[in-house]
C-alpha cells in the first residue's frame, strides 16, 4: 500500500478565513512533505517533517503552519492567505529523510482563496 | 538557478512507439534520480528511480538511464500507451540534504492511438 491521502479535495476560502489541510500516510514513513504546485510548474517543496520535527522550511511565509501530531498525521494551517496562495497543496511521505527514498505523493488539495 | 532542467516541454508519440524523456542537472551532489508522471488535477506518481551508482534500471516498460559524465538522464517507454499520456516529471535528490526533492519543469507527452 502506498496510498497517502488529503482533505478535503478542494478548498475555497476567503483572506480573512482560517482552515487546515490534511495529510495521512499508513505506511510507516517517517518523513513527510507539502509541496505547492501552480499551473504548468513542478512542485516546489514547503516543509519537510522528519520524525515528527521539522526539518525543513524553504522560507515559507508565517501564513502557512504546518504540524505533525503523530507520525501518520500532517496538517497544515492556513491563515490570512493572498489570491496568490491559490494553487495545488501535495502532501508526500517517503521512509526516512536521512536517505535518498522515493517520495509517495498524495492527490492534492485544490485550494481558491477569493 | 535551475539545478534540474527538462528541455522539451511536449513530446507526441505513436502508440507502440517508444517515448524517450530527457532530463541534465547541474548539482553534482544529487545521488538520487526519480520519474514521476501526473494526470490534471492528480498527485505526482512515482515511475522509477536510479541511484548515482547505477547507469540504468528497468521496470517493465520503463527504464531509465544516468550519464554522469553529461549530467544526464533519460527515461524510455517502450513501447508507448495511450494511457501514458501525462505530464512526466524529472527529480533528483540529495539524501544528505533530507531527502529533498528538485524538480524539472516537466514534460507533457501525448500518445496517438
Known amino acids: 500500500d502506498t496510498e497517502v491521502t488529503q482533505t478535503p479535495k478542494h478548498l475555497v476560502m476567503g483572506m480573512t478565513n482560517k482552515k487546515s489541510l490534511k495529510c495521512e500516510q499508513h505506511?510507516?514513513?517517517?518523513?513527510m512533505y507539502w509541496y505547492k504546485q501552480k499551473a504548468k510548474k513542478p512542485p516546489e517543496l514547503m516543509f519537510v517533517?522528519?520524525?515528527?520535527?521539522?526539518?525543513i522550511n524553504e522560507s515559507v511565509p508565517s501564513r502557512f503552519s504546518p504540524e505533525c501530531p503523530n507520525s501518520s498525521l500532517l496538517n497544515l494551517h492556513l491563515h490570512a492567505l493572498q489570491p496568490e496562495d491559490s494553487a495545488l497543496y501535495l502532501c508526500?511521505?517517503?521512509?526516512?529523510?536521512?536517505?535518498?527514498?522515493?517520495?509517495?505523493f498524495g492527490p492534492g488539495t485544490r485550494l481558491t482563496v477569493t | 538557478d535551475q539545478q534540474v532542467k527538462q528541455n522539451s516541454p511536449s513530446l507526441s508519440v505513436q502508440e507502440g512507439r517508444i517515448s524517450i524523456l530527457n532530463c541534465d542537472y547541474t548539482?553534482?551532489?544529487?545521488?538520487?534520480f526519480l520519474w514521476y508522471k501526473k494526470y490534471p488535477a492528480e498527485g505526482p506518481t512515482f515511475l522509477i528511480s536510479?541511484?548515482?551508482?547505477?547507469d540504468k534500471n528497468e521496470d517493465g516498460r520503463f527504464t531509465v538511464f544516468l550519464n554522469k559524465s553529461a549530467k544526464h538522464l533519460s527515461l524510455h517507454i517502450v513501447p508507448s500507451q495511450p494511457g501514458d499520456s501525462a505530464v512526466y516529471f524529472c527529480?533528483?535528490?540529495?539524501?544528505?540534504?533530507?531527502?529533498?526533492?528538485?524538480f524539472g519543469g516537466g514534460t507533457r507527452v501525448l500518445v496517438k492511438p
Open positions: 508526500a511521505s517517503s521512509l526516512n529523510p536521512f536517505s535518498s527514498y522515493e517520495q509517495y
Open positions: 548539482n553534482s551532489m544529487f545521488d538520487y
Open positions: 505506511m510507516g514513513h517517517r518523513a
Open positions: 517533517y522528519s520524525y515528527e520535527k521539522l526539518s
Open positions: 536510479i541511484s548515482s551508482i547505477k
Open positions: 527529480a533528483a535528490s540529495t539524501g544528505a540534504a533530507g531527502n529533498k526533492l528538485t
